[in-house]
């Protein structure tokens, strides 16, 4: 149900993880590669993972989303490699009874990805290059314990 | 002797995908400060995983562990 | 992209309808058949549709998204006919360039489709059969103008 | 004469796709009346589409529009 892989990704494959016959709503998240950020062209984007650590996150935010949502089920992809526009970079696909519990429980995920999860982006443009975090404000210091475990 | 895995810039600044450091046993906060004297590498915002979880500065290392420097995430 | 249909459908080209490079993000809700509904077992669902009025309507939901998130672009199909458990009824696919938007319209979407889209289900249990709306409490009565047009 | 499209549980209270009322012209109140005085069908929450758009209790239906009966609709 949580994987990194340098395949890519199917929302559809991924989304029938979590059909079952007690849920009427999935809703799926996918992140894909934006030509343009901030005016800037970006040409491709590699994204690199501590693949094992990471699945052990991705799973750990389907347990935390099982204690805030308990009827969701979840599943997530992350893929690595080189990525160009709209290639699909992360699918999260939620399932709930209700659909309400479905885009929280999505979008909670896709926040806690950007928090926890070890994978890291490049960014190509055609002046230069770099890895993306670093320079994020909200990144600096060492996190509080709560956020990270 | 500490191995220690590099990810994204931190790997390009170690130059390979880990360093180590001559050691067998120091708390994470100790190893964050043999990384910034031996490899001059700003560790201000870089965590560390001690055998895939996140670690806290006062946790032990061992040359037994796998260890990890996490720098600032952007997947997603 | 708005469409009323017996085909079955496929999330990943509903969602591909929406896919461009200046969107990062595709926020997709699929309804599907749900075996249980407080307790009762249902066998099937059978959907019906006043078609070439309901896809105007679709349309309009899409309109009414653009309105409010500019940037937002919106694809929704819905089908017809008879309809098993786990059977997808509807796909709404959103993508924007940040992700927050693509939840918070694709919400809306869902929300009106049930409000204002003429597309009926009967449901089919064990012990007999009924035609779902009229029960509900919040349809009673003309809407007011504001909700319809 | 005016063509009324039904749907849904109307359609079979009508006994078909569609039940006609002997007017030339008339407004939506008075279409709903009619339904409900020729067909005995209960219209208190049913919506008039006139040309495939929602209609008003004033507006008026003449024989050369497209009219349907919306019962509260349920899909999604």
């Keep these: 149900m949580f994987s990194v892989t340098s395949e890519p990704l199917s929302i559809e494959e991924i989304s029938n993880k979590v059909v079952r016959p007690e849920a009427g709503a999935v809703v799926t998240f996918t992140g894909t590669v934006r030509e343009f950020t901030k005016g800037k062209r970006t040409l491709y984007l590699t994204y690199e993972a501590y693949a094992s650590m990471a699945e052990k996150q991705l799973k750990r935010i389907g347990d935390e989303i099982k204690e805030r949502w308990p009827d969701a089920m979840t599943a997530i992809s992350h893929r690595t490699g080189k990525l160009g526009i709209s290639d699909i970079a992360v699918v999260i696909a939620v399932s709930t009874p209700h659909r309400k519990d479905a885009y929280e429980a999505n979008e909670y995920a896709i926040e806690r990805i950007k928090e926890i999860v070890p994978i890291w982006k490049k960014e190509k443009w055609e002046d230069g290059e770099e890895w993306i975090g670093d320079q994020l404000e909200k990144s600096a210091g060492i996190p509080e314990k709560e956020e990270i475990r | ?76």
Tied chains: 1, 3.
């Design chain 2, 1 to 76: 002797m500490i191995k220690v895995n590099c990810f994204a810039h931190l790997k390009e600044l170690a130059g390979g995908n880990h360093i180590h450091i001559d050691k067998k046993e120091l708390t994470v906060k100790e190893l964050l400060e043999e990384v910034q004297r031996q490899y001059h590498i700003q560790t201000d915002s870089v965590l560390v995983a001690i055998n895939e979880e996140y670690a806290f500065p006062d946790d032990q290392i061992t040359e037994y562990d796998t260890v990890a420097l996490i720098p600032p995430v952007s997947g997603g």
